[in-house]
């Protein structure tokens, strides 16, 4: 599964989009998804969907935009990290009127983010729900008709640069980029989402504009708010500008070409690291996509405030403790992309333990094992909703993706996620692991190069 | 100073001269806490009906106060040890698991932290299933497995965890004040040390856990949609231990000489971190308020500007109010890899005494408390955060809407009570410094 929550959590950053010729643009004025009787969906003044999720609970909310953008830009030459530093210069830059959007939600006691997938942009502001009806305001008025300074523009450059550094230092980051760029030959799939500190440095201005004008718009937006706000809070959302003839419906997806066949890739990192890719299903393809989830969640289930460790990861605490493995299946609307990262020492050691939790799933499961593995499964996936940021980030996501009501806590228990959840059986995923997983995966492997010191290459 | 890090100074402090104030919000609150008396033991709940899953915390006063230098790490260890016990979930063989894989094939999940004043253990799962797992999990409480073997298991697991530890200035820096600050076993590494570890023996284990896991030693706190089985659950759990008092512990600590100390380790760090521990106001008393905004103010006052905001890494000052033990204690950390700790330390001594000296205007008292209320809610949002507050603030006597009442002192505070707070604790400090294996330390 992509929960929006999980991949902002682990630094993934990816989405690809494949055969988008068979899979138009959601249109703005379009049939709106029917995602529960307690969730509002709307059209914004402008055209965009708005999602209102109303919450008893903490005195909390999450306000956020996704957009559908790629990363590297709209131009024949790819700018990887535009979309990025678009994104935080408009959170920075001062408005005609009133604070920088930044500020305000710093002001408020809240926090934003930013997030940029290889064609999406989420920004994200959790704030106490006092302040929700003036961010929504703030956030709209930012992005839908975006002001771009060149105070707001050096600031951010500097923001990006030293997250696009940090990030070069992220075995997960860099083992996924990896994986994305031999999966895919072009398109923003195959570049960082975040770049590289160079990469950011040589975009300037003007491509900061020429893209938040195209990307930033109503009507390529979905506006969600979840937590404790009343359905009325959409009326907050400005209207922007006014659309040109050419700008009534979102942006397409941008189409990535896969690699007809994978090669092997190796990079210097400043630790043994690795990692695994496959292709897998596509989001409309609900059942088999949720089975890629169960898998994910059955061998790599990874959370520092649960103990419940997926299998492969308890078996790298007891026999490697001071190594790491993270795995996801990423739902993308097509292909989906399974991921797996590891760091540690004994690398041969820690892919033979990740091919041996392969090869587990690609058996049927014993029946005992696999209902308690399935109701794990589910408790996991409810737990992951109980905030109003992780709620937001699903109908985010999925709406980005074009499969909305398939998000997890989209009609509750009752909706599409936990039917297909509720419909899988053993044979059904040893059959989707078998179909996807059993194909040669792109393998990374990462090793410090002793002649070049701690550089990434 | 950095230019950026200065001028962030500046402007806060500037903020101060102003007077006209905002108009105020709306108050925010969470659903309103109860408190259920089990006879045996007590239940503080939140009730909030759109949570997917409910968790309940269960305090066990067994915490680093209780304690000694000859036995630190036995409640991690104790802990360790429970989580690992063998449960029966059926009928069969098969259905006796430790009780961590018992929890998580049932749909659940298991924690513990210890701290000052308790060992802590969260237990998370389907609404209607978490009267189970409490169930499940009191069969472990009342008959841990403190078998040579199974002691030896949680002994590698937590030092694993200890060695992960050492690894972190942060965490260091604060242990190495804490050490300093504290004169019993609340200053002592939450999970032991390798040495300490490797001592403790089964008896030890035992002794401990007869000692501190008494039925009147158990409290629970609750949040989501909580059935009334899982007062009856907590109560036959609190049953299942020792009759009897529980020994009453002071924690105490040493006072802060007005030199303000040194400490100074050397670790495997790329750049030096500082910490700077003061003395902290314990939250039933009337400077708790004041002190969640010094907390907020010193943890932001020095950050450079940035539209999104800064993680762990990138931030050059950041501020931890710790009322875990008591006496609580408010640190202040500076990361030498974003900032010039020396330069940040004394910029952040000439806030800390301006401080003291002068009240803040309206204008930027509005403006600190809003952000510390609001960094104090978007903290406070996981049913495993708010299940912790709850039942800590009602141990130390807020109530059992005892986050409610944590927001209404913020609210409450006027600019003479920052003045006063930050006169009484922020004016003596002990300065812990981490510093790089190579680095000279004067």
Same mark, same amino acid.
């Given at each position: 599964?992509?929960?929006?929550?999980?991949?902002?959590?682990?630094?993934?950053?990816?989405?690809?989009?494949?055969?988008?010729?068979?899979?138009?643009?959601?249109?703005? /004025?379009?049939?709106?998804?029917?995602?529960?009787?307690?969730?509002?969906?709307?059209?914004?003044?402008?055209?965009?969907?708005?999602?209102?999720?109303?919450?008893?609970?903490?005195?909390?909310? &999450?306000?956020?935009?996704?957009?559908?953008?790629?990363?590297?830009?709209?131009?024949?030459?790819?700018?990887?990290?535009?979309?990025?530093?678009?994104?935080?210069?408009?959170?920075?830059?001062?408005?005609?009127?009133?604070?920088?959007?930044?500020?305000?939600? @710093?002001?408020?006691?809240?926090?934003?983010?930013?997030?940029?997938?290889?064609?999406?942009?989420?920004?994200? @502001?959790?704030?106490?729900?006092?302040?929700?009806?003036?961010?929504?305001?703030?956030?709209?008025?930012?992005?839908?008709?975006?002001?771009?300074?060149?105070?707001?523009?050096?600031?951010?450059?500097?923001?990006?640069?030293? *997250?696009?550094?940090?990030?070069?230092?992220?075995?997960?980051?860099?083992?996924?980029?990896?994986?994305?760029?031999?999966?895919?030959?072009?398109?923003?799939?195959?570049?960082?989402?975040?770049?590289?500190?160079?990469?950011?440095?040589?975009?300037?201005?003007?491509?900061?504009? &020429?893209? &938040?004008?195209? &990307?930033?718009?109503?009507?390529?937006?979905?506006?969600?708010?979840?937590? @404790?706000?009343?359905?009325?809070?959409?009326?907050?959302?400005?209207?922007?500008?006014?659309?040109?003839?050419?700008?009534?419906?979102?942006? @397409?997806?941008?189409?990535?070409?896969?690699?007809?066949?994978?090669?092997?890739? /190796?990079?210097?990192?400043?630790?043994?690291?690795?990692?695994?890719?496959?292709?897998?299903?596509?989001?409309?393809?609900?059942?088999?996509?949720?089975?890629?989830?169960?898998?994910?969640?059955?061998?790599?289930?990874?959370?520092?405030?649960?103990?419940?460790?997926?299998?492969?990861?308890?078996?790298?605490?007891?026999?490697?403790?001071?190594?790491?493995?993270?795995?996801?299946?990423?739902?993308?609307?097509?292909?989906?992309?399974?991921?797996?990262?590891? *760091?540690?020492?004994?690398?041969?050691?820690?892919?033979?333990?990740?091919?041996?939790?392969?090869?587990?799933?690609?058996?049927?499961? *014993?029946?005992?094992?696999?209902?308690?593995?399935?109701?794990?499964?589910?408790?996991?996936?409810?737990?992951?909703?109980?905030?109003?940021?992780?709620?937001?980030?699903?109908?985010?996501?999925?709406?980005?993706?074009?499969?909305?009501?398939?998000?997890?806590?989209?009609?509750?228990?009752?909706?599409?996620?936990?039917?297909?959840?509720?419909?899988? /059986?053993?044979?059904?995923?040893?059959?989707?692991?078998?179909?996807?997983?059993?194909?040669?995966?792109?393998?990374?492997?990462?090793?410090?190069?002793?002649?070049?010191?701690?550089?990434?290459? | 100073?950095?230019?950026?890090?200065?001028?962030?100074?500046?402007?806060?402090?500037?903020?101060?001269?102003?007077?006209?104030?905002?108009?105020?919000?709306?108050?925010?609150?969470?659903?309103?806490?109860?408190?259920?008396?089990?006879?045996?033991?007590?239940?503080?709940?939140?009730?909030?009906?759109?949570?997917?899953?409910?968790?309940?915390?269960?305090?066990?006063?067994?915490?680093?106060?209780?304690?000694?230098?000859?036995?630190?790490?036995?409640?991690?260890?104790?802990?360790?040890?429970?989580?690992?016990?063998?449960?029966?979930?059926?009928?069969?063989?098969?259905?006796?698991?430790?009780?961590?894989?018992?929890?998580?094939?049932?749909?659940?999940?298991?924690?513990?932290?210890?701290?000052?004043?308790?060992?802590?253990?969260?237990?998370?799962?389907?609404?209607?299933?978490?009267?189970?797992?409490?169930?499940?999990?009191?069969?472990?409480?009342?008959?841990?497995?403190?078998?040579?073997?199974?002691?030896?298991?949680?002994?590698?697991?937590?030092?694993?965890?200890?060695?992960?530890?050492?690894?972190?200035?942060?965490?260091?820096?604060?242990?190495?004040?804490?050490?300093?600050?504290?004169?019993?076993?609340?200053?002592?590494?939450?999970?032991?040390?390798?040495?300490?570890?490797?001592?403790?023996?089964?008896?030890?284990?035992?002794?401990?856990?007869?000692?501190?896991?008494?039925?009147?030693?158990?409290?629970?706190?609750?949040?989501?949609?909580?059935?009334?089985?899982?007062?009856?659950?907590?109560?036959?759990?609190?049953?299942?231990?020792?009759?009897?008092?529980?020994?009453?512990?002071?924690?105490?600590?040493?006072?802060?000489?007005?030199?303000?100390?040194?400490?100074?380790?050397?670790?495997?760090?790329?750049?030096?971190?500082?910490?700077?521990?003061?003395?902290?106001?314990?939250?039933?008393?009337?400077?708790?308020?004041?002190?969640?905004?010094?907390?907020?103010?010193?943890?932001?006052?020095?950050?450079?500007?940035?539209?999104?905001?800064?993680?762990?890494?990138?931030?050059?000052?950041?501020?931890?109010?710790?009322?875990?033990?008591?006496?609580?204690?408010?640190?202040?950390?500076?990361?030498?890899?974003?900032?010039?700790?020396?330069?940040?330390?004394?910029?952040?001594?000439?806030?800390?005494?301006?401080?003291?000296?002068?009240?803040?205007?309206?204008?930027?008292?509005?403006?600190?408390?809003?952000?510390?209320?609001?960094?104090?809610?978007?903290?406070?949002?996981?049913?495993?955060?708010?299940?912790?507050?709850?039942?800590?603030?009602?141990?130390?006597?807020?109530?059992?809407?005892?986050?409610?009442?944590?927001?209404?002192?913020?609210?409450?505070?006027?600019?003479?009570?920052?003045?006063?707070?930050?006169?009484?604790?922020?004016?003596?400090?002990?300065?812990?410094?981490?510093?790089?294996?190579?680095?000279?330390?004067?």
């Amino acid at each position: 599964m992509v929960i929006g929550s999980r991949l902002r959590a682990s630094a993934l950053g990816a989405v690809l989009i494949l055969g988008a010729s068979a899979a138009p643009a959601p249109a703005a /004025t379009g049939d709106l998804p029917d995602l529960g009787p307690n969730v509002t969906v709307g059209r914004l003044p402008s055209g965009g969907t708005v999602i209102v999720d109303p919450a008893q609970g903490a005195p909390v909310a &999450a306000v956020e935009l996704w957009y559908r953008a790629p990363s590297t830009g709209f131009g024949a030459k790819p700018l990887p990290a535009v979309a990025r530093l678009a994104a935080q210069v408009v959170a920075a830059s001062k408005p005609i009127v009133g604070d920088p959007l930044g500020k305000a939600v @710093a002001d408020a006691g809240g926090r934003l983010s930013i997030t940029v997938y290889s064609d999406s942009v989420s920004i994200s @502001a959790v704030v106490p729900a006092a302040a929700a009806h003036a961010i929504v305001k703030t956030m709209t008025t930012a992005f839908f008709a975006p002001v771009v300074t060149d105070a707001g523009f050096a600031e951010a450059q500097r923001d990006v640069e030293q *997250e696009a550094l940090i990030s070069n230092y992220d075995a997960e980051t860099v083992v996924r980029d990896a994986v994305f760029g031999q999966l895919f030959t072009d398109g923003p799939q195959h570049y960082p989402p975040l770049g590289v500190p160079k990469d950011v440095s040589a975009i300037g201005l003007a491509d900061v504009k &020429a893209f &938040a004008t195209r &990307a930033f718009r109503a009507q390529n937006a979905t506006l969600v708010v979840s937590g @404790a706000i009343d359905a009325g809070i959409a009326a907050a959302a400005v209207a922007g500008r006014p659309p040109q003839a050419s700008e009534a419906d979102p942006e @397409a997806p941008a189409i990535g070409t896969l690699a007809t066949a994978v090669e092997p890739v /190796t990079k210097s990192f400043v630790q043994p690291s690795g990692g695994y890719g496959w292709v897998g299903p596509s989001i409309l393809n609900t059942r088999e996509a949720t089975a890629m989830d169960f898998i994910a969640d059955y061998l790599f289930r990874s959370d520092d405030a649960r103990s419940d460790d997926g299998v492969v990861v308890k078996q790298v605490e007891q026999q490697q403790p001071d190594s790491l493995v993270i795995g996801q299946f990423i739902t993308l609307h097509d292909p989906g992309v399974m991921f797996v990262a590891f *760091e540690g020492q004994d690398e041969p050691g820690l892919r033979g333990l990740v091919d041996d939790g392969f090869a587990l799933v690609r058996k049927p499961m *014993e029946a005992h094992a696999f209902a308690s593995a399935l109701d794990a499964f589910k408790y996991h996936l409810l737990s992951d909703l109980q905030t109003p940021a992780e709620k937001a980030d699903n109908f985010g996501w999925y709406s980005v993706e074009g499969a909305a009501d398939y998000a997890p806590g989209a009609s509750g228990e009752a909706g599409r996620y936990f039917q297909a959840a509720s419909s899988l /059986t053993p044979e059904f995923v040893a059959e989707v692991a078998e179909k996807y997983l059993g194909k040669p995966p792109v393998v990374v492997t990462l090793a410090p190069d002793e002649s070049k010191g701690k550089a990434k290459s | 100073m950095k230019p950026a890090l200065a001028f962030a100074v500046a402007l806060t402090l500037g903020g101060s001269a102003a007077t006209s104030a905002a108009v105020p919000a709306p108050q925010p609150r969470y659903p309103q806490a109860f408190a259920t008396d089990l006879g045996v033991t007590q239940l503080i709940g939140e009730t909030d009906a759109d949570a997917p899953v409910s968790g309940v915390q269960i305090f066990v006063a067994a915490g680093l106060d209780r304690e000694s230098a000859s036995n630190n790490g036995v409640s991690a260890l104790v802990a360790e040890s429970i989580l690992r016990t063998p449960v029966s979930t059926g009928d069969g063989p098969a259905d006796t698991l430790p009780l961590r894989d018992a929890i998580e094939s049932s749909g659940g999940s298991l924690t513990y932290t210890v701290d000052g004043r308790s060992v802590h253990y969260y237990l998370e799962g389907r609404s209607e299933n978490l009267s189970a797992l409490v169930g499940l999990f009191g069969k472990a409480l009342a008959a841990p497995d403190f078998s040579p073997a199974a002691l030896a298991v949680a002994r590698k697991a937590l030092l694993a965890r200890v060695g992960e530890f050492e690894g972190n200035a942060l965490s260091v820096g604060i242990q190495m004040f804490r050490r300093s600050y504290y004169t019993t076993g609340a200053g002592a590494p939450a999970l032991g040390t390798a040495a300490t570890l490797t001592r403790l023996s089964a008896s030890d284990v035992t002794e401990f856990y007869r000692a501190t896991y008494r039925r009147g030693a158990v409290s629970s706190s609750a949040v989501g949609r909580l059935a009334p089985q899982l007062g009856e659950a907590l109560k036959t759990l609190a049953m299942g231990l020792g009759d009897g008092p529980v020994s009453a512990v002071v924690e105490r600590a040493r006072p802060i000489p007005g030199q303000a100390p040194r400490i100074i380790a050397h670790r495997d760090v790329s750049a030096p971190w500082v910490v700077v521990g003061f003395a902290a106001p314990a939250p039933n008393s009337r400077d708790f308020g004041a002190m969640l905004v010094l907390e907020s103010l010193l943890s932001d006052a020095f950050e450079r500007n940035s539209a999104t905001t800064l993680g762990f890494l990138e931030k050059s000052v950041g501020a931890f109010y710790l009322y875990d033990s008591t006496p609580a204690s408010l640190v202040v950390y500076v990361n030498g890899t974003q900032v010039d700790p020396t330069l940040a330390l004394r910029e952040l001594l000439v806030v800390s005494r301006t401080l003291s000296v002068k009240p803040l205007g309206a204008t930027a008292l509005h403006h600190f408390k809003t952000a510390a209320e609001g960094q104090f809610i978007t903290d406070s949002v996981s049913l495993s955060d708010r299940s912790y507050l709850l039942g800590t603030f009602a141990s130390q006597g807020l109530g059992s809407d005892s986050i409610n009442a944590a927001l209404s002192a913020l609210e409450a505070t006027t600019a003479t009570d920052v003045q006063r707070v930050a006169k009484a604790y922020l004016q003596r400090y002990i300065v812990a410094l981490v510093l790089p294996r190579q680095t000279d330390g004067n």
